[in-house]
């Protein structure tokens, strides 16, 4: 947020309708600082005011329009740099992401679905049921869940 006293006109600031925007926020653009004075935003045009949080500014397009100070991100600039470098931070995070990703998918492929059907394998076995892959144990039927614990008891004494 910017405040009045660091303002001269001229300057270029990073401005975004949101107030709580953050550096990787989509939607800033440059603006131009056209008054530091207060101003108030009509319904059809500017009006300077003796108090208020409305800065007149002028857009890339150059149209003027008053925004609020709070609307002020960052001197543009200083905008740029920190862009860079969170873009930077940005494509690190994503490449890391893909390696856990990646990880993931190949712990999934080679260590756990062959687990998981040999377990369906071994209930289908002793309940004589089929059980999908989308079941939860809480949704077994009873025969199955019997099955499955008369089993391990017999391995148990066994």
Do not use: C
Not at 5 to 21: C, D, M, P, V, Y
Not at 53 to 65: A, F, I, N, R, W
Not at 116 to 129: D, M, P, R, T
């Amino acid at each position: 947020m910017a405040k009045r006293i660091e303002l001269a006109i001229g300057q270029e600031w990073a401005f975004n309708r949101s107030r709580g925007a953050e550096i990787g926020d989509y939607g800033f653009q440059k603006v131009t600082i056209a008054s530091v004075g207060h101003y108030e935003k009509g319904t059809y045009q500017s009006y300077k005011v003796s108090k208020g949080q409305g800065v007149l500014v002028k857009t890339d397009g150059g149209y003027e329009k008053v925004v609020q100070l709070s609307q002020l991100f960052k001197p543009w600039a200083e905008f740029e740099v920190e862009k860079t470098e969170y873009e930077a931070q940005r494509k690190i995070w994503l490449a890391k992401a893909a390696i856990e990703k990646a990880e993931r998918e190949k712990f999934d492929a080679e260590v756990y679905r062959p687990a998981l059907h040999e377990f369906h394998a071994v209930i289908k076995e002793y309940s004589g049921e089929y059980v999908s892959e989308y079941d939860r144990v809480n949704q077994l039927p009873i025969e199955v869940l019997r099955a499955i614990v008369q089993a391990i008891k017999t391995q148990k004494v066994a």
